[in-house]
């Protein structure tokens, strides 16, 4: 089974409309992280969340840690064009400690 | 703002040739990375490296890897005998300390071709 699996595996949002990627571990989480590549690109730090139900926002996207469901969700609001791309969520997890195990990712078009 | 560069950022090579992939971490980062991405396939993590040692390595890294910090500054991965299967983009990644929940900053990838 997968350790981190991540919901949708793409979706398609026209611009303006808003977005939620969700990424679930099946292992108790300490450290979750937020990426986005463009296709054959590098991973573009957004966010980390740590231990705890934490929250945060960065302009237009906003990422939340729930540590009891061990799942954290990213929320894009009024999505732009520059949004798009592929969204990959990675894990620090109870027996990977100071390597990072990553979800499939989610692609996200965003239409006119 | 500081950032993880990598080189070269493509290589194609003939299978059973060496390639060494290059990495300059953000200067004031101790623990260093390698992870890799088949196409279509999750970023996988392959070694991790502190102090002149590595760290942690996943059954991945077998002994057709190797990994070096040279200098104050390189930190390069290198595979004695591609294989077909070697294909795929290589990312070097670095952090300020390799603590719990510290965050991983990654270079742009090298894609390495093996034909």
């Known amino acids: 089974s997968q350790e981190l699996e991540q919901s949708p595996q793409s979706l398609i949002v026209q611009e303006g409309k808003n977005l939620t990627i969700n990424c679930t571990s099946s292992k108790t989480l300490y450290g979750l992280y937020w990426y986005k590549q463009k296709y054959g690109e590098g991973l573009i730090f957004l966010m980390m969340?740590?231990?705890?139900?934490e929250e945060k926002s960065h302009e237009k996207i906003t990422a939340k840690l729930d540590e009891k469901k061990q799942q954290s969700s990213l929320h894009i609001t009024a999505s732009q064009p520059s949004h798009a791309g592929i969204y990959l969520c990675g894990a620090d997890m109870t027996d990977s400690w100071g390597k990072l195990q990553f979800g499939a990712g989610t692609q996200v078009v965003v239409t006119p | 703002e500081p950032e993880v560069t990598q080189t070269p950022s493509h290589q194609v090579t003939q299978m059973g040739q060496e390639v060494i992939l290059r990495c300059v971490p953000i200067?004031?980062?101790?623990?260093f990375y390698w992870y890799r991405q088949i196409l279509g396939q999750k970023v996988e993590f392959l070694v991790s490296?502190?102090?002149?040692?590595?760290?942690?390595k996943s059954e991945i890294f077998d002994d057709q890897f190797s990994v070096e910090r040279p200098d104050g500054s390189n930190f390069t991965l290198k595979i004695r005998s591609t294989k077909l299967e070697d294909s795929a983009m290589y990312f070097c990644?670095?952090?300020?300390?390799?603590?719990?929940?510290?965050?991983?900053?990654f270079g742009p990838g090298t894609r390495l071709l093996v034909l």
């Open positions: 200067s004031n980062h101790l623990y």
């Open positions: 969340l740590q231990k705890g139900g």
């Open positions: 990644a670095s952090s300020e300390s390799g603590g719990r929940a510290e965050t991983q900053y």
């Open positions: 490296f502190y102090n002149n040692e590595i760290s942690e």
